[in-house]
């Protein structure tokens, strides 16, 4: 399996409602990263947390990190129709000198109004 | 103003024939990627540039071959084109440190017939 998976691969709620998704990792991290991809665009970074750091709020969104069971989840509270989207976990780790993220294959939220 | 952009944005073509892509940032980053990302959403790596060096050159085949004139612009050749070769492929840019946060091309959508 791959590093960086996220649970579920489908989730589909109604508009007001919290959306949890969660992310597994199998190696050390430098931090976790959580990206947005709304249909045919690219990638929009939301937001990071470093492994040092165990919970990260940015206006409804809000990020744990347990590097202990080596796992993240991004909560997306009051959800709206515009949030439908595909989300993913991306994880920062590796040698000096490379920089390069490692992307789980994502959950995709449905939001409907 | 577009941050990372990539030309063309769709590129149909037929098997054995050679292509590039173009990407370009104005974000002042040092930093470049290549993301091919298949039909179930998976995003991996192909290559990384920093300040026109290549510092990640994944398992991809030699068909493909990056070019970074400066370090505000980094293109992908692909010769020999297969029908394997069918994704999207993003171009990213990032600013110092490891594993920072990356800033995504909208992709190009390639399609080998």
């Known amino acids: 399996s791959q590093q960086g998976e996220e649970d579920p691969q489908a989730l589909s709620i109604q508009e007001g409602e919290n959306a949890t998704m969660n992310c597994s990792y199998k190696?050390?991290?430098?931090?976790l990263q959580w990206y947005r991809q709304n249909s045919g665009r690219g990638l929009v970074h939301l937001i990071l947390?470093?492994?040092?750091?165990r919970e990260k709020h940015s206006g409804r969104l809000r990020v744990t990190l347990d590097t202990s069971k080596k796992s993240s989840s991004l909560l997306i509270t009051a959800s709206r129709a515009a949030d439908t989207a595909s989300y993913f976990c991306?994880?920062?780790?590796?040698?000096?000198?490379?920089?390069?993220?490692?992307f789980g294959s994502g959950t995709r939220l449905q939001v409907q109004p | 103003d577009t941050a990372v952009s990539q030309t063309p944005k769709y590129l149909v073509t037929q098997m054995g024939n050679d292509k590039s892509i173009k990407c370009e940032q104005n974000?002042?980053?040092?930093?470049m990627y290549w993301y091919k990302q298949d039909s179930k959403k998976f995003l991996k790596i192909m290559f990384s540039y920093n300040n026109k060096e290549l510092i990640i050159n994944e398992t991809v085949p030699n068909r493909f071959s990056p070019k970074s004139p400066d370090k505000a612009h980094l293109n992908l050749h692909i010769n020999s084109l297969e029908l394997g070769d069918s994704a999207v492929y993003f171009c990213?840019?990032?600013?110092?440190?490891?594993?920072?946060?990356?800033?995504f091309g909208p992709g190009t959508r390639l399609l080998v017939l």
């Open positions: 990213a840019s990032s600013q110092g440190g490891r594993q920072e946060t990356q800033y």
């Open positions: 947390i470093r492994s040092n750091e």
């Open positions: 991306a994880t920062g780790r590796g040698a000096t000198g490379r920089r390069a993220l490692t």
């Open positions: 190696t050390s991290i430098n931090n």
């Open positions: 974000l002042g980053h040092d930093t």
